[in-house]
């Protein structure tokens, strides 16, 4: 089955610095790839995501790219600001709207003032 | 946008009891719907597909008579836990589709402690 590694598992950035996640997974099926930010005691809530016919998808200071070839899909924030603080987690599918979803192992990102 | 809804939030019950968690989709109608577990610090394990009108769907190593899954309509799906322990103490999430050119929709999760 699909596996899904992610790093780094931890990542302190000073505020206006950048920060970047790394994922990569193993089925070449997979076909959409999320990412979500999770508050402590809540559910994850979608941020971006890219499906495989794009190579780079950004919005405002949130940008992903994916390397099908290499099968790897990165997360870049850009200008970071303490409110970014939070655990973030990649995950990947065969289907954007009705397969399951494989969860990467997750980076608690933490944005100093 | 769609929402999800988890009840209840936190639960608290002794061991060997049940705890039954819902989880609905607000304003849409799910036919898939998907169960995760998240041990503290941990990623999101997928326990299961819940399929409207049908069986659900286990991952490996997931036991099903444990975690009693039922999804009788298109805006709910319930996860039992029964005869639960203290290693089932968990954070439980929900996701659903609502169709079309959607994302996943997560609930906000049920915190469950077991005593």
């Known amino acids: 089955g699909e596996n899904v590694e992610q790093h780094p598992s931890t990542l302190s950035v000073q505020e206006g610095d950048s920060a970047v996640i790394k994922c990569t997974y193993s089925?070449?099926?997979?076909?959409?790839f999320p990412w979500y930010k999770q508050e402590l005691g809540k559910g994850p809530q979608l941020i971006i995501d890219?499906?495989?016919?794009?190579g780079e998808k950004k919005d405002q200071r949130i940008a992903v790219t994916l390397n099908k070839t290499a099968k790897h899909f990165s997360l870049h924030i850009t200008e970071t600001q303490p409110e970014d603080s939070a655990v973030y987690f990649c995950a990947a599918s065969r289907s954007y709207n009705t397969d399951k979803l494989i969860f990467g192992t997750g980076t608690r990102l933490q944005v100093f003032p | 946008g769609a929402v999800v809804s988890q009840h209840p939030s936190w639960v608290i019950c002794k061991s060997g009891t049940s705890v039954k968690i819902e989880c609905r989709s607000l304003?849409?109608?799910?036919?898939?719907m998907f169960w995760y577990r998240q041990f503290p610090k941990q990623s999101l394990m997928l326990m299961a597909t819940?399929?409207?009108?049908?069986?659900?769907?286990?991952e490996q190593g997931v036991e099903k008579d444990k975690f009693l899954i039922n999804h009788a309509s298109l805006t709910l799906s319930t996860l039992t836990v029964t005869s639960a322990h203290p290693e089932d103490s968990s954070f439980y999430i929900c996701?659903?589709?609502?169709?079309?050119?959607?994302?996943?929709?997560f609930g906000q999760g049920t915190r469950l402690t077991v005593v």
């Open positions: 890219i499906r495989s016919n794009v």
């Open positions: 996701s659903a589709y609502r169709g079309g050119n959607t994302e996943a929709f």
């Open positions: 304003d849409f109608q799910a036919t898939t």
């Open positions: 819940s399929n409207e009108g049908s069986k659900a769907t286990y």
């Open positions: 089925d070449s099926a997979s076909n959409y």
